[in-house]
């Protein structure tokens, strides 16, 4: 029950997520700059309600994408952002894509998930972070084979996720990996192997506790 209730909300994270995608667009330079503001993930609270003084800055080019986000966590917690990059929305089965699309139709929709950043939250709250992905292969993608090679129509979503309290003995695996320092159970069901298999297990929960969507 448990594992088809995590599928369910990975489903509806992202068939959700239009509402996060504030859409603001400058093209400048042959860059284009897109802000958007962070919303709790559905999986915390299905009225994926903004972040107060959050936001997320997204600037592409043909080179890649860079990504700024200036948002509140728990203190103390050790934290990850993602990318999932969809070089091919248009054969998605909506817009914007969904998990579904992400996680099982990869090959058609060309995506691929990557480690972007992490760190340590502040006592007070308020993180800021800031990841480059470039053009071309994606090391340490979740998805062998699948590069970032659509930067200007890609769809392109960030996430992050909560690792717990920082606990030494698991670092620096929990700011740089998906699964540093979390338990099995607490790792949606419906992720690869490659995933679940990035980073060392521990006793903490993983939660995935925002997110914001760019479409270009």
């Not at 060309?110 to 709250?125: F, L, N, W």
């Not at 292969?137 to 909560?162: C, K, L, M, R, S």
Request: aromatic residues 6%.
């Amino acid at each position: 029950m448990r594992n088809r209730k995590m599928i369910i909300i990975l489903l509806l994270v992202l068939a959700l997520a239009i509402v996060a995608f504030t859409g603001t667009t400058v093209a400048a330079n042959g860059r284009n700059r897109y802000t958007a503001t962070m919303r709790v993930h559905p999986s915390q609270d299905p009225a994926t309600p903004i972040v107060p003084g959050s936001s997320a800055t997204l600037v592409t080019s043909s080179n890649g994408a860079s990504v700024r986000i200036e948002t509140t966590l728990t203190p103390g917690h050790a934290a990850t952002v993602w990318w999932a990059i969809i070089n091919n929305p248009a054969a998605c089965a909506t817009s914007p894509c969904t998990a579904a699309d992400i996680l099982g139709n990869t090959a058609a929709v060309e995506a691929q998930v990557a480690y972007a950043t992490g760190r340590v939250v502040g006592r007070d709250g308020q993180v800021v972070f800031s990841a480059r992905l470039r053009k071309g292969a994606v090391p340490g993608g979740w998805y062998a084979g699948q590069g970032f090679t659509n930067p200007t129509g890609a769809e392109i979503h960030v996430i992050i996720n909560d690792h717990g309290p920082v606990l030494r003995e698991f670092m620096p695996g929990m700011i740089e990996t998906y699964r540093g320092g979390c338990t099995d159970e607490s790792l949606p069901a419906a992720f690869p192997d490659s995933a679940k298999a990035d980073g060392e297990p521990g006793p903490n929960t993983c939660r995935l506790v925002q997110f914001a969507i760019f479409q270009q």
